[in-house]
């Protein structure tokens, strides 16, 4: 179990960057690609599940979702179950880091998953509810790690991602489930690689072949070796993920819809405003509003508090994806037009919620 310290209250959490689907927003230039190209890439199966952190010094340990850390009483998808073996498994991958360098914290970065598995051979488990819906991957809760991050001081600018195949070794070491790569090679053919694949993460655990095809969500693409692109003050890791359409958070690319959301009709001749808003409102879907939860946590029925918090957390991570894209047009227009389409946005944002909390 975690051990609590004097100072453990003091920490704060270095949240995982959230990981764009292709490089446009950075306008990359042609240096940029050459070195991409002299690098090689890993790709591993992307899972359908909550971010989940976990840091230490060597002493204490902290569990976080995705934007900040849990207090002990917390229940965040039942990671409870998974907290003895972690802290033992996270602490030996600080005791083994430590032996090699100097550092004060470090941060692993995965995904909780799993909860449901539906073959008539395997039995379910009582009180576990499935983290997110579409990919089976276990009956039990389960956690695979992905990255890690040292800090060797208090600076948390100066952190440092571990190479990929650094960090694999380490996770291996402690028994930690970790991102195995599906293929390993040059740049283009690693974007090159076929998304539509059954989830390799059963037969991982062990699990028998569903009766049924279970397709994985995606998979994410990135250096074998961390490499930084240098973009006006930001220093950036390069690193993509390529969802199935079924996963897609934009209605224009999605299938499979949970809930039913009454699409816009397609107005010929559209004003500049009415393109744009038609651009945010497609990015309110089931899948975007199934990951804002897989974030935050699972919400009550009955609680006006965090049915309102979760609305204003689709509405942002609405906003976030829209600006990458719409940024410098969206500034440009009047502010009343502006204001007329976050209002709408809020409208079906908490339509979304709604619809999803309700039923």
Known sequence: MDEVGSNVSTWEYLSYEKIPENFHKWGLTESDYRLFN??????????????????????????????????????????????????????????????????????????????????????AVSHVQAVQTGVYYSPRIEYCAFDIVVLKDNNQQQKDYLDYDIALKLFQQVGMMAATPLFSGKYNDALAYNIEFESTIPGILGLPKLPFINKAEGVVIKPLHSIYIDKGKDKIRPMIKQKIPEFAEDSRFHQAQKWTVKQQPIIPQLTLEAELSQEMLALVTPNRLNNVISKWGRVSKNDKNQRQQLIELLTSDVLESFQEEYASIFTAIEDTEQKKMLEQLHQASQNLVDIAVDC
């Not at 599940?49 to 340990?61: K, L, P, Q, Y």
């Not at 902290?62 to 998808?77: S, Y």
């Not at 907290?83 to 100097?102: C, D, G, H, N, P």
């Open 38 to 123: 002299k690098t090689d890439w890993v790709v591993t199966e992307k899972i359908h599940g909550a971010n989940f952190g976990i840091s230490t010094d060597g002493r204490e340990v902290r569990f976080a979702k995705r934007k900040e850390f849990l207090q002990p009483e917390e229940d965040f998808f039942d990671y409870q179950s998974l907290k003895a073996k972690l802290s033992y498994q996270v602490k030996e991958i600080f005791r083994l880091l430590q032996s090699e360098m100097t550092l004060q914290t470090i941060y692993i970065y995965g995904e909780l998953f799993g909860g449901e598995y539906p073959h008539p051979d395997v039995p």
